[in-house]
């Protein structure tokens, strides 16, 4: 038996944690059947257009009621803006628009490029990531070889945005294209489409129109851990990672959204999962190393793929359009500490950098360097070697002002030097000098450095991943995992849960072009904020960071 086995989440495993949580979390949470949804023969006229009065039954859910009336669930917040905040209600009347007043309003997808007087119109379209020439010939109602020869082009290949230009059908067939009639037009032969030039007054859309997303009853994620559960020494982080997932699927099936989920343990990583595993689902989360990743987009096609744990895996996401790096790259939480040190300093106020001098120049003492230096900040560079520790104090209080705030950044991760600069800002401190101190999130983790000197430096730090002990999600998410576990949930428990609630969620609302929301789709979870960005000719990354700020009365505070 190939040593990289499939686990089913209805199946009972030998993992450690994994045994308990599938036997707890019974095969029918994975398959919730909401209650059916019939067309309101109710029909109303409102500001113009035509909408159903519908009245919601017991566990029907947004998603089902968007289905059946063909519309999106965006489209009915339209029309009913306190749902975002009330829910639904058993018995209360929602007014959902009818598909025809809905498809009336839908933009063209299309770009038609007017040509000079006397000339004839040309229709093109922007490649989208998910579009082969199948999808685009079927939404235009030509034949994919038209298409071909329209364009001059060898194969069926095609790359991200690529511009095609779409002859004129014979005859639409049903769906969504654009009615406007558009003659036909001599093609001059380019030896490829990105030689055609692209009209100066043609319009580019950036945006999806909202009629293309359709809501998913169930939604398959495939899960990808090196779990080591054949080699006798399973890995607890991953399986904690796991446990987490299960919790998220269990509670969107109680919310209604339906997931099947299937895991694969990584366990022999020269056997990795190909594109025929994974045919079929909607999300592969996971693995978990830059190098396993990388070899998975090699060998699943154009599934969206997503990074878990590794910050290092953002290098994948400059040439692979359907990868996603989830983990907040370092160099953004660099960026977010400069532009909160921008957003505090008051005139009168003076900004110190400090680094180490003679120190080797690590990666990450690089990156803070150049966003540093890249930035708009007015700053003092002090360096100094730590064997010079106990003779700055009289320099670095030469450069500070003793009217107002000393803003500091440590560019250094160092822990020997970090710890010395802490010391002397105390030092500094308790000589009446006001210092405020801005560190990489890897401050924290600084075993040697005294917690009652971060909190008389009020300690600013910006970081990836931040959990708030008095949310009440926080809470519930805690007395659910202790009941299920009988244990507390690490850090890689709550990425777990927030990584399988935030992209199951966000498939299930937005079908299968789910990830054109990403951009757009900003939220706060668990531990983690997603606020993802879209990479030129790439994927996409998150640049979600959380603020957190050490008060001089022992308090943490997360203030973003």
């Known amino acids: 038996m190939n040593s990289m086995n499939i686990i089913r989440t209805v199946l009972r495993t030998a993992a450690i944690l994994a045994v308990a949580a ?8 994975q398959e919730y059947v909401s209650t059916p949804v019939s067309i309101s023969k109710e029909k109303v006229k409102i500001n113009g257009k035509v909408c159903y009065s519908h009245i919601v039954l017991e566990k029907q859910t947004l998603y089902s009621i968007a289905k059946a009336y063909n519309v999106s669930v965006d489209e009915i917040y339209a029309l009913n803006p306190t749902l975002r905040e009330t829910g639904l209600k058993k018995n209360s009347i929602i007014l959902i628009p009818s598909a025809e007043t809905v498809r009336s309003q839908q933009p063209s997808e299309t770009e038609v490029a007017e040509k000079p007087a006397g000339q004839k119109k040309q229709k093109t379209h922007i490649r989208k990531w998910y579009e082969d020439l199948d999808v685009i010939a079927e939404k235009y109602g030509v034949s994919v070889e038209a ?53 100066a007054d043609s319009l580019e859309l950036d945006d999806e129109p909202e009629w293309i997303f359709r809501p998913k009853e169930k939604v398959e994620m495939t899960l990808i851990l090196p779990m080591q559960t054949k080699a006798g020494n399973p890995s607890r982080n991953n399986l904690d990672f796991y446990s987490g997932v299960l919790l998220a699927v269990n509670d969107l099936a109680e919310s209604g959204i339906s997931t099947e989920l299937n895991v694969y343990d990584l366990s022999d990583k020269s056997h990795p999962v190909t594109n025929e595993d ?29 990074s878990p744990l590794d910050p290092r895996a953002e290098s994948l996401v400059w040439t692979n359009s359907n990868f996603i790096q989830a983990p907040t790259p370092h160099k953004a939480q660099y960026e977010d500490l400069v532009s909160w040190i921008e957003e505090d300093a008051q005139e009168g106020d003076k900004v110190l950098v400090i680094s180490e001098k003679g120190a080797r120049q690590t990666e990450a003492t ?3 360097k150049e966003v540093i230096d890249s930035s708009s900040v007015q700053f003092i560079p002090f360096s100094y070697s730590i064997l010079e520790g ?38 500094l401190i308790h000589g009446k000098m006001n ?52 244990t507390e949930p690490t850090q890689f428990a709550f990425q777990g849960y927030d990584m399988a609630s935030y992209f199951i969620d966000l498939c299930s609302r937005y079908g299968e072009r789910w990830a054109a ?11 983690s904020t997603f606020r993802f960005d879209e990479v030129e000719d790439g994927g996409y990354i998150n640049y979600g960071v959380r603020r957190i700020v050490y008060g001089k009365d022992w308090s943490v505070n997360k203030i973003r």
């Open 22 to 29: 599938c036997a707890v979390l019974p095969a029918q949470a």
């Open 147 to 199: 298409i071909m020869k329209a364009n001059n082009l060898k194969g069926k290949k095609l790359a991200n945005r690529q511009k095609l230009i779409i002859p004129e059908p014979s005859g639409f067939i049903d769906g969504p294209a654009s009615d406007e009639t558009v003659t036909e037009t001599e093609v001059q032969p380019a030896d490829s489409v990105a030689a055609i030039e692209q009209p």
């Open 278 to 306: 994974v045919n079929g689902s909607d999300i592969i989360l996971g693995p978990v190393s830059p190098g396993d990743l990388g070899r998975m987009l090699a060998s699943t096609g154009e599934t969206m793929i997503v």
């Open 366 to 368: 690089l990156q803070m």
């Open 390 to 427: 106990r003779d700055v104090i009289k320099p670095l209080r030469g450069l500070m002002t003793e009217t107002g705030t000393n803003r500091v950044m440590i560019a250094s991760e160092s822990e020997a030097f970090v710890n010395d600069v802490v010391r002397n800002l105390n030092i």
């Open 435 to 486: 210092v405020v101190l801005y560190a990489p999130s890897k401050i924290r983790g600084f075993e040697t450095i005294e917690v009652e000197n971060l909190h008389n430096t009020s300690l600013h730090v910006s970081l990836g991943y931040y959990i708030d002990y008095d949310d009440p999600r926080v809470k519930s998410f805690l007395l659910k995992y202790r009941a299920l576990y009988n």
């Open 517 to 527: 929301k990403l951009d757009k789709t900003e939220k706060s979870m668990l531990q």
